[in-house]
């Protein structure tokens, strides 16, 4: 007897079926969210004070979330750079110095010297000027070792003097200090919030963490697995394409009501030339600073894209005056001259770069040290 296999949907139908199912729950899911976002979101993991590290007296708005297994004690952050430095790529440094070794510069070397350094990501501008001030100072001292004449034109350009500190204020100064975190799609924003979270941590603070990147549900899951594991609340939605500016706010608010030190915001990559996103996240600047005025707004640069990132760098700007630059994935680029470009190019100083996948790869720049680590030193 043939089996009825009429009810069976064809493929179509079993589309709709699907995608019907989908709306239904999505919309189910929604309404939860609506209902729980106005209360302190209960999925953010406890406090830092739960970890078994610390043993603060207990808070008295005591997290209800169970308490984590683990939490992980953040690398302390002054020695990273050291620990890091073997991983930025010595190719430039190494070119420039074959050069200068010969002695005597011809003009044909030094368009070689020239060549490789705007090869690097360099940057026009500041190839001018390192060419400019080490004419100067071989003019000066004719003798002088060629090694330490290229590290002082190259420490003149990077500028050992700047600020590179976080201005996030003091450990312990009773006020609430914000940072957003912009960039375009991919180039480690996600990672470089989790990564600055820890070092937060490490230097005792208590922080809170804004997922407003609300595209994908997937991002927000991203930063939470960050916040997890040191401990740090995560502020977001479930929602897919929720206000971003909202989810912000939302999360500036949580930090002033538990008197977290620092709010560090995520936020989507964006195209810069997409008016709406820019718009966004102009908006986004504007709800937090109503809580807390963001004493850093940090762009991330992918070190591999090279001048490309400074066209991006320039409209960001335009939206919310910049405060650092983070320089990601400084261990896949053979180049590192883009160090030397950004700061001269955007007046604002690279305060932190990332040189790998650990979670605690995020070092504090150093001048010095990676002027030497270029000169393979
Ligand atoms: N090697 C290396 N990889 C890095 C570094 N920083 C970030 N990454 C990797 O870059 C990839 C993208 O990082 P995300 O943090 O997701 O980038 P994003 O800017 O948030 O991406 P969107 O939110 O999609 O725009 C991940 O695979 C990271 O592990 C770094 O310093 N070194
Ligand atoms: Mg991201």
Not at 82 to 98: D, E, F, I, N, P
Not at 151 to 156: E, N
Not at 292 to 306: C, F, I, Q, R
């Amino acid at each position: 007897m043939p089996v009825d296999v009429s009810w069976i949907p064809g493929d179509s139908d079993l589309l709709v079926t699907v995608v019907a199912g989908l709306v239904v729950l999505g919309g189910v899911g929604a309404a939860l969210v609506g209902k729980t976002r106005k209360a302190p979101p209960r999925e953010a993991p406890p406090a830092r004070d739960d970890a078994p590290v610390a043993a603060p007296p207990a808070p008295t708005e005591a997290p209800e979330a169970p308490a984590q297994a683990t939490v992980e004690s953040p690398e302390a952050v002054d020695h990273r750079f050291g620990r890091l430095r073997g991983r930025v790529g010595t190719g430039l440094g190494q070119s420039l110095l074959a050069i200068f070794r010969r002695g005597g510069l011809s003009q044909d070397d030094w368009d070689e010297l020239e060549e490789t350094l705007l090869m690097a990501d360099v940057g026009a501008a500041a190839t001018d000027e390192l060419m400019a001030d080490l004419k100067a100072r071989l003019k000066a001292a004719p003798d002088g070792d060629p090694r330490e004449l290229l590290r002082a034109a190259l420490l003149d350009v990077v500028d050992p003097a700047l600020d590179r500190s976080l201005a996030l204020g003091e450990a312990g100064d009773g006020a609430l200090h914000s940072a957003i975190v912009v960039g375009v799609n991919g180039v480690g924003k996600t990672t470089t919030v989790g990564k600055l979270a820890r070092v937060l941590v490490a230097e005792d603070r208590s922080v809170v963490l804004g997922a407003a990147d609300t595209f994908r549900a997937a991002a927000a899951d991203q930063l939470e697995t960050w916040g997890s594991r040191v401990g740090v609340p995560v502020v977001r939605s479930h929602q897919d394409g929720a206000d971003p500016a909202s989810v912000a706010f939302e999360a500036a608010d949580r930090a002033r009501a538990e008197q977290a030190e620092v709010l560090l915001v995520d936020t989507a990559g964006r195209l810069q030339n997409k008016q709406g996103l820019m718009d966004e996240l102009g908006k986004i600047v504007r709800v937090v600073s109503k809580v807390a005025p963001p004493s850093e707004v940090l762009l991330v640069l992918d070190a591999t894209t090279g001048q490309n990132g400074l066209t991006q760098a320039r409209v960001f700007g335009q939206v919310a005056p910049l405060t650092g630059i983070v320089l990601t994935k400084l261990d896949g680029t053979a180049k590192g001259g883009i160090v030397l470009a950004v700061q001269r190019e955007l007046g604002v100083p690279v305060k932190f770069v990332g040189l790998g996948e650990g979670a605690d790869d995020l070092a504090p720049f150093d001048a010095a040290g990676f002027v030497d680590s270029l000169l393979g030193e």
